[in-house]
């Protein structure tokens, strides 16, 4: 499989909202609800934030978001702080018992 | 609490093979499958494929059919990861993941809610 799209980077400042896309096909984005996203600060293990497109695991922020319209699902931060700065990656449930992950996007906060 | 605990850093040469043990702790192992991940530097996630705790099926992403090898020992609750005919593209950080949160089927989970620490693999002559 092809990897997911990302937009390389994104940036904002504090208290801001940003939106980082994640487009697939309709063989894995479009088919099912399955994306969720990652966040890895540089030198740790990825962390789960959002999962099945728009679910946050217990303990997550409810400044981070997520939804999907098509082939392409996107996570939003609200209030973007300075601990938000990451590296995030979508990853999407592309059938036959597999998955795939996105380039990753590098969040930069001003 | 659920933990996952890998095997140190590896340094290998062209052509060797590596073998990435995952000991998993905190849940009853043979409840759902591990997922094997990898990050070389700088670069992204990619998916290696899963292995079932319970059963020891397992499954491959194109990419690694046929070179690596996932395999459990449950008395153990310890999966392990085998790449074969390495070369200095493998050199990556490699991640076991699960977790049972969200779609399941089989005894496979799709989201991944734990991580090991992460195995630096390096391959250099």
């Known amino acids: ?110 | 609490q659920v933990q996952l605990v890998q095997s140190g850093a590896e340094v290998k040469k062209p052509g060797a093979s590596v073998k990435v043990s995952c000991k998993a702790s905190g849940y009853p192992f043979t409840t759902y499958a591990l997922h094997w991940v990898r990050q070389a530097p700088g670069q992204s996630l990619e998916w290696m494929g899963w292995v079932n705790g319970g059963n020891g099926k397992t499954k491959y992403s194109e990419k690694f059919q046929g070179r690596a090898t996932f395999t459990t020992d449950t008395s153990a609750t310890t999966s392990y990861m085998e790449l074969g005919s390495l070369r200095s593209e493998d050199t990556a950080v490699y991640y076991c993941a699960g977790g049972g949160l969200g779609f399941c089927t089989n005894g496979v989970c799709y989201t991944s809610n734990y991580w090991g620490q992460g195995t630096l693999v390096t391959v250099s002559s």
């Open chain 1, 1 to 110: 499989q092809s990897a997911l799209t990302q937009p390389a980077s994104v940036s904002g400042s504090p208290g801001q909202s940003i939106t980082i896309s994640c487009t697939g096909t309709s063989s894995d984005v479009g088919s099912y609800e399955l994306v969720s996203w990652y966040q890895q600060h540089p030198g740790k293990a990825p962390k789960l934030m959002i999962y099945e497109d728009s679910h946050r695991p217990s303990g997550v922020s409810n400044r981070f978001s997520g939804s999907k319209s098509g082939n392409t699902a996107s996570l939003t931060i609200s209030g973007l702080q300075a601990e938000d700065e990451a590296d995030y990656y979508c990853c999407s449930y592309a059938g036959s018992s597999t998955l795939v992950f996105g380039g990753g996007t590098k969040v930069t906060v001003l």
